[in-house]
T-cell receptor, first 111, second 115 residues
Framework: DAKTTQPPSMDCAEGRAANLPCNHS???????VYWYRQIHSQGPQYIIH???NNETNEMASLIITEDRKSSTLILPHATLRDTAVYYC????????????FGKGTHLIIQP | DTAVSQTPKYLVTQMGNDKSIKCEQN?????MYWYKQDSKKFLKIMFS???????INETVPNRFSPKSPDKAHLNLHINSLELGDSAVYFC??????????????FGPGTRLTVL
């Protein structure tokens, strides 16, 4: 049961903004949208999360539509080191539950 | 000062053997996890421990036995290894306890190869 849908792969030119979409049309009211990424041969890395409002941190911005049925992760100035698989995950647990990873989007930053 | 560390990084062993993977976190987190990433790169939760108590056991064969001697450590012991156990195993930790909050910190992974 895939709760999120992401494109399998995307390309982006180095220095440009990378916009990664995620559809979650069946999201529940108490589910947060989390983004993680996994650089080749490394453990996954937390990027950002949000519930309703748009969020920004030092790594990225998260834009959630008003109906919360989709979101976009924005890497403002992509570098080659941003090449990774990006996972959009819904979470509503009590803080000690595992995350359910889907297939993610393989983002390739082109020089 | 690695936040979440795992040993060994690589483990090659024969079918039928018993092996352990160790995980330690120095973040002061209450919750620790084990995930398995198979050859198709699917990442799945196996276990979750909160304050040394088992919270989640996701349909994992009972040949896999996690052990948490204290909050900072969660080791994974695997009995009677099978070919299908070959995968990368990731340990993770999170502060735990806050509804909806689950920023997890992952270790570098242990690549297990069963021959």
């Amino acid at each position: 049961d895939a709760k999120t849908t992401q494109p399998p792969s995307m390309d982006c030119a180095e220095g440009r903004a990378a916009n990664l979409p995620c559809n979650h049309s069946t999201i529940s009211g108490n589910e947060y949208v989390y983004w993680y990424r996994q650089i080749h041969s490394q453990g996954p890395q937390y990027i950002i999360h949000g519930l309703k409002n748009n969020e920004t941190n030092e790594m990225a911005s998260l834009i959630i539509t008003e109906d919360r049925k989709s979101s976009t992760l924005i890497l403002p100035h992509a570098t080659l080191r941003d090449t990774a698989v990006y996972y959009c995950i819904l979470y509503s647990g009590g803080g000690a539950d595992g995350l359910t990873f889907g297939k993610g989007t393989h983002l390739i930053i082109q020089p | 000062d690695t936040a979440v560390s795992q040993t060994p990084k690589y483990l090659v062993t024969q079918m039928g053997n018993d092996k352990s993977i160790k995980c330690e976190q120095n973040l002061g987190h209450d919750t620790m996890y084990w995930y398995k990433q198979d050859s198709k790169k699917f990442l799945k939760i196996m276990f979750s421990y909160n304050n040394k108590e088992l919270i989640i056991n996701e349909t994992v064969p009972n040949r896999f036995s996690p052990k948490s001697p204290d909050k900072a450590h969660l080791n994974l012991h695997i009995n009677s290894l099978e070919l299908g156990d070959s995968a990368v195993y990731f340990c993770a930790s999170s502060p735990g306890g806050l509804a909806g909050y689950n920023e997890q910190f992952f270790g570098p992974g242990t690549r297990l190869t069963v021959l």
